[in-house]
């Protein structure tokens, strides 16, 4: 037995570090194989799918960037997907942000999706480029559609042979940005978003966008979502669906996501995206339905998420065996093994 | 060429924090010295850009609402914090901004957080159509919260075939979700590397698409 | 719902030119029909509810505007209150337009338009009868009400029972048991004793729960002559706790064998804080790790090391996602309220114990709506009745609008 | 006026927006506008705290010459360094419009990378203590850990290849049991928000007047 124990107690003694390296090459060495293990949708994203896909561009979403830097990884591509969904679909999309890191986060990801030299992104064009624009004899109707305006700008531009459409800054998406006390900017965009954001992010007064102007507060609005990883998700559901009635939906990073499925089940809110294979789920949807050309990253993250998580459960289990067969769980502990 | 510069930066910065992992050392430190700085000071500008100056320092001083003056000496007192004969002072505008926010919460806390979840606990066990594991599943949603809550409750002592029983199956419901949530906890954590290991072998040493 | 209406069938339906067109050809738009206001119920006043009937070639209409204008204004008076668009309906709430704000009492007139590909036609002008008006209570609220009423009256008749010296009773909680079984173990050992506050601020109520158990243990450890550790993070947290560590060698009758550098402050960041007690932990091992208080990522380093240095570990928190992992490497956890219970407990403050127990009886209320559907849903599988939905109707409230 | 006045504007406030949410009338609609429109304004004040106290910490530790002094050098220079480029002196890296400012470059470039890299050491932590510290130790810690395993594996799409019944079960277990254990955490950390509300309109907990003033 003595000899056996000695085993494990090397075994258990060597260097963490040589568990660091195992760990950085199983997360560096799949890269290399492109797997595109296939990946099964669930009803809590379709949920959100479903619903931005019955939007147009009549109608309003918002997107809340309520997550800092360091879960970028889990919650960016989220929010990119229901962006581009949105964009695709000609939704017009309100940004906002709880912390002031999101503002910085949300114009990463608007970057991305209008970044001209990647295919099937979109092309734009900011709101002073085209709202002061010359359109010759026709005026701009202050209420112009996407595709009114489209009609307009085509006259004179020509969309990127690549692109897969335009975006347009105060028609097609809005950067309103932070706010602090958040849930109190909630509260009033219910009465009236300007009231809240009389400038955008760069400093154009919101009261003159088309889309502020077809959707004046929060109210008319048709679906929040919130992107973050930390309970502020839980402000938008009680301060703007349960105050005003707006549809909500969670993007969650997977510490999270297990907490809040419960406001799913009460019909609180429309769907949710947990963690990489929330946005992994969505990016698969995107691609099905022709609105984007390819996966993004969650979905390539996942085939390496795989591996890992085998990693992950042979240490568990080789780890509780090492510790059966060593005797660990007889010695020396004085207090009944607790939970 | 800034993209560049800001790729090579932004690597070293990753690997200085990974270096944490062999030891702690000085690189290490000064990274974690730079992001404290760095993110107070993003978060002093934007809420001065997108706060302060549209919501005050405009109407105030370019407009002219003297209406604003009120709040902008009581906004100001947080910084009588930093002399501690009139620290006192910096409780007014705490005082406000808390006191109000307490009540805002306490109604819509009680109708989200806890009467709605009550309301969706009373789900029928079985309606036509449903398959016997969804039969198990609802009984398991009211029977769980039932006994999870049981174990919860402190004022009589988990013993006799409601509070003894029940609390036991609460536990048990408790670790299965618990279980739930170190499982995904795993799957973020991994996510979050797997993120900066799609930086580091793409933008940086254009190693994979 | 309760709806007057008048309508004024008026001239300017024949002056306008999309109605002179309708007129002239077929295939050209019919108007819109009747248009109905009603009062919104439970608002400011500030609401009106408008619906329309849409024109009988509403398959072709692009959109609809709403115009309205007040009474007896001119017709240059009308302004586009809102635009629908297919698919949006026919009725709207006006007034929620910050632009064109409803006055209460204010009787208003309307008109609508609809618009197509081959022109537009307006239909006649309406005068709403009914004015918006203010409520003084929201019906739809009664249920919220209730619940914050309750509530209310539990946790001040508790905390005027816990003031009036009433004992109030608290099941025993395990964990109290552990962190006597674990100082003891410490002193046999002649091991020092690691208690980490938590790494969040003073106002986390973690926070403030670790502090009162830390209280109670120093007092302990004072009386068996254990050495304490109590590394901060956080400074306010830290003079805090070092005022009561001090409190308590002196409750214990012995100030002199406090030690001023038990309790210190280690580093405000958070992974230097970690690597600190790591330090700590190899260094001095630590017969007994308490963690207790709100942690984060680093919950699981921590527990990691310690459990590495065998340590008995007690750990406690109500951070749900640092739950997981403190069970499965900690000797003892208590998880979420068994935190604020056994501080509750142990400090004896009876407005903090009123509060517990207040809380403790809502959820007995839950509880028994909880159970009420087990026996219902069963009632119904067996009897094949309705009971869970008429259960259902009662507790549920309506949705905001 | 140290403590009393305080005190009172929170009772005062917290009462009003209580019984606010209760009555729709105009009258209580232009309070609570009053509230959304102004307080925001007062709580972007609380920046100085933040700064004031980050200032502070790390000036004494330059100017007494503790450990690590030269580090706190560094974060003084980093966080006055950002409203310096980010409000007085917007200036563009090359000094061309279309150029990303300073301020962003240093947000995006050594901001981002560095926060998402420290919450990613957890993987390898994960790693480690799943190796030497998860132990199945009692029957309960046995099944957190099972229930663990299945739903992580259910996630991924490899769990796929174990069986079309274990993703299925995965997501069982994630949308019964747990989502009743968890109901029941949620309702307790209701009725703790409620509690504290509470306990704080009425002044039984003031731990938020702070040592200020004592």
Redesign the interface.
Known sequence: MAENNSIWDKLFNMDRRWIFLLMAVVVIIPFFFKMGLPINTTDEVEGIYNYVDSLEQNDAVMIGFDYQPGTMAENQPMSEAVMRHCFARKVPVFITAVLPLGNGLAEEAIANLTDPDEPGTFQRVRYREWHSYDYGQDSLPSRVTHDQLVNLWERDHQLREDAMGWVFEGVDYVILGYAPLFHIVLLGMGRSIVSQYPADLYGNPTENMPMVKRNKSAREVDLGVTVAGSSAVLWWLTYAHESYGMPIAFGVTAVMATDYLVYLQSGQIVGQMGGLRGAAEYEVMLKRDGYSIEEGKAFRGMDVQSIAHILIVILIVVGNVAYFAGGYHRKGRRLRAGR | M?EQ???W???F??L???S???K?NPVY????????????????????????E???VRPLFVEGQLG?IP?ML???L??T??F?????L?????????????????????????????????????RTGYAW?DV???V???????????????????KGWFFGTGSKI??????????????????????????????L?TDWLH??E | MLSLRATVPAMVLFAMAGNVLAQQGAGVLAPPGEVTVSDVPNDGGDQLLVCFEPSPDDERVNSYTVYRRMQGEGDDAWRPVRVLFPGQGTSFVDGRDPDYSVRPGQIYEYRVTALSESGEATGPVYVAEEAADGEWFNTNKVRILIGCAVFLGLIFFFFSKAQSGDKLYLRPIPGIEAIDEAIGRATEMGKPILYIPGLSTISDVATIASLTILGRVAKKVAEYQTPIMVPNRNPIVYTVAEESVKQAYLEAGRPDSYDPDSVFFLTQSQFAFVAGVNGIMAREKPATNFYLGMFWAESLILAETGSLSGAIQIAGTDAVTQLPFFITTCDYTLIGEELYAASAYLGREPKQLGAIKGQDYFKALVMLIIFGTLVLGILDVLANTDLVAWLDHLVTSPAAG | MRRTIPLLIVMVGGIMMMIQFFIPHQISQAVFGLYTDYVPVIAGFALILGVGSLTRVHYHKVRRRAENWQYSLLVIFFLYLMPVFGIILPASLGGQAEEPSVFHFLYRWVQIPIQSSMFSLLAFYIASAAFRAFRARSAMATVLMLAAVIVMMGQVPIGDYLGKWFPALGLWILRHPNLGGKRAIQLGVGFGILATNLKIIFGVERNWLGGAGR
């Open positions: 800034y510069i800001g790729i930066l932004a690597a910065f990753t200085a924090i990974y944490f992992l062999y702690e430190r000064f990274a974690e010295h730079v992001v404290v700085g760095i993110s107070l000071g993003y978060f002093m500008v934007y809420t001065y850009n997108n706060v302060l549209p919501r005050l604003l709040i009581l906004g100001l947080y910084i914090r930093f501690r004969s009139v620290s006192w910096s409780r007014y505008p705490i005082a406000v901004v808390f006191g109000m926010a307490m009540g805002l919460s306490f109604p819509r806390t009680m109708l989200s957080m806890v009467l709605r979840q009550a309301e969706a606990t009373v789900i029928p066990i079985y594991h198990l599943g609802s398991i949603i009211i029977v769980g919260t039932l006994t999870a809550l049981i174990y919860f409750f402190f004022s009589k002592p988990h609460g536990i048990w419901i408790i670790m299965i979700a618990f279980g739930a949530t170190f499982g995904f906890t795993v799957m973020g954590r991994i996510s979050l590397l797997i993120g900066r290991v799609q930086f072998l190693l994979i």
